[in-house]
C-alpha cells in the first residue's frame, strides 16, 4: 500500500505562486508513474502533470493548459513530489490531488492507471 499525503495549497492573487508537496510513504516502486489532477466545482478531474519513472529515467508530462508555467518534480530521498506553480491565473482554482501508480504507464494523463491518491489540497487563484 501506499499512502500520499498533500499539502502547500492556500489562496493567492493571481500571478502570484505556490508549490505543492506530495509526501509518499509505504511501499515504492522502480518504474511508476506518480502525478497531480486537479478538479474544480461541477467539472471533471483533468491531468496537471506527471512524473514517468522507469528504471534510472524520469520523463515528464504537462496539460497544455500549465505548461511553462508548473514544474513538477521530486526528492528521491524524502520521498516528496513538488508541484511548482508560477503564474497562477484564477482558471487555476481547484482541489488538486497527487496520484501514484504501482506499474510503469505511457499514458500518464490517464487518471485510471492510478490506483493511490491523496485527500487532495485546495489552491484559489483571487484576480
Known amino acids: 500500500q501506499v499512502q500520499l499525503v498533500e499539502s502547500g495549497g492556500g489562496g493567492v492573487q493571481a500571478g502570484g505562486s505556490l508549490r505543492l508537496s506530495c509526501a509518499a510513504s509505504?511501499?515504492?516502486?522502480?518504474?511508476?508513474?506518480m502525478g497531480w489532477f486537479r478538479q474544480a466545482p461541477g467539472q471533471e478531474r483533468e491531468f496537471v502533470a506527471a512524473l514517468r519513472l522507469h528504471w534510472l529515467s524520469t520523463a515528464t508530462d504537462y496539460a497544455d493548459s500549465v505548461k511553462g508555467r508548473f514544474t513538477i518534480s521530486r526528492d528521491n530521498a524524502k520521498r516528496i513530489m513538488y508541484l511548482q506553480m508560477n503564474s497562477l491565473k484564477p482558471e487555476d482554482t481547484a482541489m488538486y490531488y497527487c496520484?501514484?501508480?504501482?506499474?510503469?504507464?505511457?499514458?500518464?494523463?490517464?487518471?485510471?492507471?492510478?490506483?493511490?491518491w491523496g485527500q487532495g489540497t485546495q489552491v484559489t487563484v483571487s484576480s
Open positions: 509505504g511501499r515504492t516502486f522502480s518504474n511508476s508513474n
Open positions: 496520484a501514484a501508480s504501482s506499474d510503469y504507464a505511457t499514458n500518464s494523463r490517464d487518471a485510471g492507471i492510478y490506483e493511490y
